[in-house]
Each structure stands twice: as structure tokens, then as C-alpha cells.
């Protein structure tokens, strides 16, 4: 299985001063109680959507060191002996040495522990025999103490359930830990301990969460011994650096040690509950290796059976959450457009992205924060959003730190005074994670940003599709570059919008954020396109490498898994490519062989544009030649031009017969290779601005044939003559390549020039 996304929740998340935790356990002992208690916290007022927890609310809480830092978090369940997870001890197959890791218990803070933290080296720590990876099970450890850990108000055991225990499904659990609030955004200091409430979810309702497509397309079987928490909507949930910690439930007045926290696809993801180790169903294995101990491990009696009819039938329709943003009621209309009106200024287009943040061009404010504070008038500035009666207050402004010289990341983030209320109209947009991949042909649209004018033209201008990366980045990149997969972050987003390939019309005074959409559901994609040459399909910033920060600032954006994934033909995408050299010829690179001048190429024209413009022509048939749309047409015109083709020439003098057009359809400039018995084909057109990229000319066979009956084409049996490598091959699967632009066809029926 991929580990892209499969997280074993340990990482190192956070370092404590060094010599923080002193042990002050090496004092003479208390007296033990004569019988061992456990899950039994001093009274109390009581990760990833969690919140800080009161000292001493889980007194079985430890933290877990190696090198210095918290790696892993794990439960006291006698005075020497520890329960955790094994990954956290286990790497490339083999376990770490017991004397690399020490325990601390009785720390509710990792930055400055109070009174009673406790310190234990390890003496030894056991793992199952079955364990070899998170996702096959048997994910726990044993960790004997060199030295039994002193009980009091803030180091107590937990209790642990018997094999035959059962826990209502739908029960309120809690899980505890020192690890990431969020994905890759560790908790700030003063690292305190948190808590999150999770509901137990039955096994039937758990496989049928992970059997649905998540990200990368991943799926879960869960086995025997595995227990899910969480809620299908997400957003709270444990994450890197809990691992190992416990998930715990209250029964009778006793807290009892329900799971162990394993892993996750990310963490808080919609449909996507945390993994955890069900403790009971290892009670004799955990029996087995403290034998001997005194006190060992307590294993109550349940208090209670569960209720009649609480245990999951096995045949059950499971509820799948849906994406609660980027809801559009028809494109153009977004709820999610916001106007930051700031005094003295033009209006500045952003996104709403959660309850209470707005995200948009931080060039719209730069001017504001050359002083390096936040603006003096920031109480006078306010955000207009669909159907609110009245303007929202701007509470703070966070511009993103490489804002003021690099346009990828023109961004800031603007914290409301007060959350909308996000039943009403106002929606925020969904945002991707950094791994998101935007497939071929995805549908897209414009919307505005910063400060740009409207779009000219009615709103279905404004409809594109997304080319491939391939295409996108040997566009942008340099030659021989490698084409980033599936799931890195792109250089650029291409779509090949309708304006530029019909109306001709060139936005370069305008601004513009790229939507596409998955399934039904409105993705902010890009930012602000990058390009001022006009004949170059339309490219963006994309946003997934945002997706971090934008998370870390607001804590609360809407960031979603991929919903749709049609990657066509097997393997397709996954292919390492290469960015083809850049060439006289382009990038076929085809020398033509010798041959008399005048007619090097017999099946070139020339099409002169109303006298001042040439460009390049293909005969097809006796009376058809295929010509370039933005040749024939000037920028913003739809008025068909005088028109002269010239055959038989090829730069060559004196002028041959000319010929008048008659009829008006449409093409672009060719790529010519070559057969096995040495005729040439038609292969594709030029993308518009390009001499390296080709829009594939075979998808087109149905339409050309209808058109033009006697136009030849080559037998499916054919195949084109690859040169040997070193000559700049045209790539063998141009006509098929995911995502790339449709070649849009004139054709243009000649008629003689009548001489005079």
C-alpha cells in the first residue's frame, strides 16, 4: 500500500529544552497502596480539533523520548510498564534499543514540567511477533521501566479492558497526546497536553468509510484487532506525534484504555477516521509478557454489558460525509466572493475559505505594509459577502511572508471580527492539499481577483478545460526538465479557455483565480495567471503548496481530498516524462531531406491575412488547407479578413498561382513525421504560442472526413517513423496524450484567383 498518505502518527514534533525534565523520581519511594487502582483521575474540571487539558485530568498520560524529544506518546498501566504503539519502535524491520528511550510521566506541559514529573529509563520493550506494519495490525508495545513509576495525584494507571469487554459503538471516547494540531503544524508552545472527544465507530461503518476512493485513491481493509474513532466530517482527530497514546472511554466511574492511537490517511480528513489499536483483543498477550509483575495491569469486570441492540449489524449503509464547501447554485455565481473595500482604494476580489477568514491578492495591501506593522486604519476596512445585508469587519491581516517578491506567493489572509454563519448564503471554497492532483481535463473556470476589471464578454467565455502537466509544464519549463508526477506540486496550472481559441480576446490588464471542479465541488485551484503572452494557453500558480500555511493561519479553511479520479489509460500519469529540447524545427526536430527548390515541402501554403501577415498552411486535399485560427483572425475580431493562400511555395520566388478563400472553418500550424514507407503525416498543430507542444490532429478524424471527403488519412495499421534517438523524437503518444489540447480545425475551401 502507497504511504503517501498512510501516517503512522509518530513524528518529531517537538523538543524540550534540554534538561527540562529532571527526574525527580530517584527520591526514596512512598508508600504504595496495598491494592492497585487504576483509571481513576483526581477530580478535574475538564490534536487536531482538540483543546489544552487541565493538569492532572490523565495522570496515565506519558510522553515517550528519543534524542532529546517527544516522539511518541503512550499509558501507564502498572508502575513499570507502559503501553504504546510498536511503529514507534520499530525501523526497516528491526526494534531500537530499550536504552535509546526514556519515559516521562506526570508532565502535563513539554516546556516546563511541574512538581512530580517523573522520569524512567527503559529496560525493555516488547513488540508482538506479527508485527511488521501499522496497516497489517498487532501495532502496540510493552515498555518495562528500569524503575516503577511513584503513584500520586499526577501519575496514576489506566484501566485496561478484558478480552470478552465490549464498547458501545457511538460511545464518546477521548483520545490525549503532544502531537500535531494539524497536518505538518506542530503544537505551539508551551506544548500542552491535548485532548480531543472521538466516538467510536463500528467495524461496518468504518470499512465502509475507508472503502470509499480517498486520496491518491486509496482504500483500507481493516483487520482484526483494528478500532476506528472519529467522525465521518472529520476535523478532529489525533495526528503525527500522538502515536502510541491511549483512547480512552468511562465506564462505571473508571476510565478504561479502549485503543491505541496508530495511524491515519492525514489527519482530521473527511471520511477518514483515525486507526487505532483495540487494546482488548490482546489482553492474554499483554498478561503473557507482565507475568510476574507486582502490581501488574488491572482488567476490571465491565461494569455494564452495552444496551440492547448497540452492536452494529453486520449488513450496514454507512453515511459518507460530502464536502461542506465550494457549493456553487450555477457557475458565476459564487457564494464564496468576497470584496476587501479598503479606504481610498479599488475594491480587492479574494475567496471566503472558512467561517472566518478571507483569502486574496496580498499586492491589494503591500502598499499598507511597507512599515512592517499592520495597518493603522484596519478598523475602517471591511468585506462584503453574497446575500449579507451588511459589510463584515476585518479583525487582523496576515500576509504571507514571500508576498512582497514572489508573485506564487501574492497572498494574504484577512480575519473576520465576528464568523458568518456558512448555512446562510455566504459558502466558503474548497481549497487542496499539497498532494492534490488536478487531472487532465478537468472543467475550470474564471473568477475575479485583486483588483482586475470584469470579464468582457457573456459568463460561458469564461468555461475551460485543464490541460495535462505534461503539456503545462514543458510550456513554462526548460528543455530536458522533468515533468512533475502526480501528487507534486506542479509548476503551473494550463486551461485552454474558449475565449483564447474562439473570441481571440487577451485579458492581460485583468486578474484572475482559477476554479475547477471535482464531482459537484468548486476547488480553488490557482492564482493570478503568470503569462502576458496572449497566443500561450492561460497558466496559474497553483495553490496546493499554500495549503500548509493557509491552514496553519485560519485553523478552520475548508481544505478537501481529490473527489474525482478518472486517470484514464493504466499507468498513464504515472510515468516519469521529460520536457522535449527546444529545436530549429521544433520539437520533432525533422530534417527535411534533400529535394528541389521550391518544393521542399509540396503540401505547404502560404495564407497571407489581409496583406501584412503570413502564416503556415496544410494542403489536405485538392481544394481544403488547414491555417491557424489566431493567423485568420485578429485579437478580439470575428470578422473574417481578406484572404490570400499561395500553393506550391515554400519561401521560394518567383510567386506562384494565388488562390481566393471561399469558405471559412478552422487549424494550426503543423507536425509532420514520417513513415516506415516515407510518406508524411499530419500528426498535430502547434499549441498556440509554441513550436515545442502539438495538439493531437487524430481525435479530429471523424470531423475532417465528413468535411473534406478526399482528405487522406493514415490506415490503422500505419504507424509513423521514429528516427533514431539523438534526433529529437516527436513522442510516440502524441495523438493520445492525457490532457492535451484539442486541435481546433479551419478549413479553408480555395477558389481560383481570378487574374486580371
Known sequence: MSQHLLLPLVILAISPTPGAFQDSALSPTQEEPEDLDCGRPEPTARIVGGSDAQPGTWPWQVSLHHGGG????????????????????????????????????????????????????????????????????????????????????????????????????????????????????????????????LRLLGEAACQCLYSQPGPFNLTLQLLPGMLCAGYPEGRRDTCQGDSGGPLVCEEGGRWFQAGITSFGFGCGRRNRPGVFTAVAPYEAWIQEQVMGSEPGPVFPIQPQEPQSGSREPTEENCTIALPECGKASRPGAWPWEAQVMVPGSRPCHGALVSESWVLAPASCFLDLLSSGRPPRDLEAWRVRLPSRPRAERVARLVP?????????????????????????????????????????????????????????????????????????????????????????????LCPAYQEEEEAGRCWNDSRWSLLCREEGTWFLAGIRDFSSDCLRPRAFFPLQTHGPWISHVTRGAYLEDQLAWHWGLEGEETEAQTCP????????????????????????????????????????????????????????????????????????????????????????????????????VLMGMAVRGSRELFAAVGPEEAWISQTVGEAHFLPPSGSPYWPPVGNNLCPPDLARASGSPRAVLFLLLLTPLIQS
Open 581 to 680: 529540447p527546444h529545436t530549429e524545427h521544433g520539437a520533432c526536430g525533422l530534417r527535411p531531406e534533400a529535394a528541389p527548390v521550391g518544393v521542399l515541402w509540396p503540401w505547404l501554403a502560404e495564407v497571407h491575412v489581409a496583406g501584412d501577415r503570413v502564416c503556415t498552411g496544410i494542403l489536405v486535399a485538392p481544394g481544403w488547407v488547414l491555417a491557424a485560427t489566431h493567423c485568420v483572425l485578429r485579437l478580439g475580431s470575428t470578422t473574417v479578413p481578406y484572404i490570400e493562400v499561395y500553393l506550391g511555395r515554400a519561401g521560394a520566388s518567383p510567386l506562384p498561382q494565388g488562390h481566393q478563400l471561399s469558405r471559412l472553418v478552422t487549424s494550426a500550424p503543423p507536425l509532420l513525421c514520417q513513415t516506415e514507407g516515407g510518406s508524411w
Open 400 to 492: 504571507h511572508e514571500n508576498a512582497s517578491w514572489e508573485d506564487a506567493s501574492d497572498l494574504a489572509l484577512l480575519q473576520l471580527r465576528a464568523p458568518v454563519n456558512l448555512s446562510a448564503a455566504p459558502r466558503p471554497v474548497c481549497l487542496p492539499h499539497p498532494e492534490h492532483y488536478f487531472l487532465p481535463g478537468s472543467r475550470c473556470r474564471l473568477a475575479r481577483w485583486g483588483r482586475g476589471e470584469p470579464a468582457p464578454g457573456p459568463s460561458a467565455l469564461l468555461e475551460a478545460e485543464l490541460l495535462g502537466g505534461w503539456w503545462c509544464h514543458c510550456l513554462y519549463g526548460r528543455q530536458g526538465a522533468p515533468v512533475p508526477l502526480p501528487g507534486d506540486p506542479p509548476l503551473a
Open 70 to 197: 517527544h516522539i511518541c506518546g503512550g499509558s501507564l498501566i502498572a508502575p513499570s510498564w507502559v503501553l504504546s504503539a510498536a511503529h514507534c519502535f520499530v525501523r526497516n524491520g528491526t526494534l531500537e534499543p530499550a536504552a535509546e528511550w526514556s519515559v516521562v510521566l506526570g508532565a502535563h506541559s513539554q516546556d516546563a514540567p511541574p512538581d512530580g514529573a517523573q522520569v524512567r529509563a527503559v529496560a525493555a520493550i516488547l513488540v508482538p511477533d506479527n508485527y511488521s506494519a501499522v496497516e497489517l495490525g498487532a501495532d502496540l508495545a510493552l515498555l518495562r521501566l528500569a524503575a516503577p513509576a511513584r503513584l500520586g495525584p499526577a501519575v496514576r494507571p489506566v484501566c485496561l479492558p478484558r478480552a470478552s469487554h465490549q464498547f458501545a459503538h457511538g460511545t464518546a471516547c477521548w483520545a490525549t497526546g503532544w502531537g500535531d494540531v494539524q497536518e505538518a503544524d506542530p503544537l505551539p508552545l508551551p506544548w500542552v497536553l491535548q485532548e480531543v472527544e
